[in-house]
């Protein structure tokens, strides 16, 4: 059975960094994997997936060129790095996994999700 644990995530002042880890109980080869998001009061939202072959990546418009997804599978850990963080980036951050059946945009835009982490909170602000 695929469980995912995330960490790494804390409080940080606008214009900061965070790295979000999330660790697999069992090899991440095959997955799919992607970052998830929750805000209060809104719907989770697809933040960055990325693929189990080819390393293709897709991210949110409001993460581009801020976040960056990455995968060491031989440590079965995906990673999130955040930079020039936002007092709208404050949520719940979900790592999810996924056959590889959809592309990376339809796993983060359609939420087509199996496995789904604890998550953890970021929140920015001064």
């Known amino acids: 059975q695929l469980q995912l644990v995330e960490s790494g995530g804390g409080l940080v002042q606008p214009g900061g960094s965070l790295r979000l880890s999330c660790a697999a109980s069992v090899t991440l080869d095959y997955y799919v994997i992607g970052w998830f998001r929750q805000a209060p009061g809104k719907e989770r939202e697809g933040v960055s997936c990325i693929s189990s072959s080819d390393g293709n990546t897709y991210y949110a418009d409001s993460v581009k060129g801020r976040f960056t997804i990455s995968r060491d599978n031989a440590k079965n850990t995906v990673y999130l790095q955040m930079n020039s963080l936002k007092p709208e980036d404050t949520a719940v951050y979900y790592c999810?996994?996924?056959?590889?059946?959809?592309?990376?945009?339809?796993?983060?835009?359609?939420?087509?999700?199996?496995?789904w982490g604890q998550g953890t909170q970021v929140t920015v602000s001064s």
């Open positions: 999810a996994a996924a056959a590889p059946l959809f592309s990376v945009q339809t796993m983060c835009v359609f939420r087509r999700v199996a496995h």
